[in-house]
């Protein structure tokens, strides 16, 4: 016969791990391949980074330095608005030219003229309304 089980019901406080220099250095390249399909210039890439055009040539070039805490999230950010492309549009190269489509929820600009802002914020503004069109799960 099965006697119950206490279950554990206290919450555990929630910490992400910080993302380590091996997975910011492996979601750089993804991100380069990701700008390639985005046919974005040296200097928009740079600008998505907030780096310099000359470290992001040299990174591009001989792999990721140190990536900061910011860096990691821009690159986090930019891996989750391909990942919810991927799941809106079956084809994939619909979904890399909607990022330079004007877009009615960003009163005409594209996704790319409201992350060429600058600002992390900027990217993440993207990212919501992309998880929000696709659904959460």
Same mark, same amino acid.
């Given at each position: 016969?099965?006697?119950?089980?206490?279950? @554990?019901?206290?919450?555990?406080?929630?910490?992400?791990?910080?993302? !380590?220099?091996?997975?910011?250095?492996?979601?750089? &390249?993804?991100?380069?391949?990701?700008? $390639?399909?985005?046919?974005? !210039? @040296?200097?928009q890439?740079? !600008?998505?980074?907030?780096?310099?055009? &000359?470290?992001? =040539? =040299?990174?591009?070039?001989? +792999?990721?330095?140190?990536?900061?805490?910011? $860096?990691?999230? &821009?690159?986090?950010?930019?891996?989750?608005i391909?990942?919810?492309? =991927?799941?809106?549009?079956? *084809?994939?190269?619909?979904?890399?030219?909607?990022?330079?489509?004007?877009?009615?929820?960003?009163? +005409?600009?594209?996704?790319?003229?409201?992350?060429?802002? +600058? *600002?992390? !914020?900027?990217?993440?503004r993207? =990212?919501?309304?992309? @998880?929000?069109? &696709?659904?959460?799960?």
């Amino acid at each position: 016969m099965l006697a119950l089980q206490p279950v @554990d019901t206290v919450p555990h406080a929630f910490r992400p791990d910080p993302v !380590t220099q091996e997975e910011a250095s492996a979601m750089f &390249r993804a991100v380069l391949n990701l700008f $390639g399909k985005w046919e974005l !210039t @040296d200097e928009q890439a740079a !600008t998505l980074l907030d780096m310099p055009v &000359r470290s992001y =040539r =040299r990174w591009k070039a001989e +792999g990721a330095g140190r990536v900061s805490r910011d $860096g990691a999230a &821009r690159l986090s950010n930019l891996m989750g608005i391909h990942k919810a492309l =991927r799941i809106i549009f079956s *084809e994939a190269p619909r979904g890399y030219a909607w990022i330079k489509a004007g877009n009615a929820a960003f009163a +005409g600009a594209s996704a790319l003229d409201v992350m060429l802002g +600058g *600002e992390l !914020t900027d990217i993440m503004r993207v =990212r919501r309304y992309l @998880d929000a069109e &696709r659904g959460a799960w």
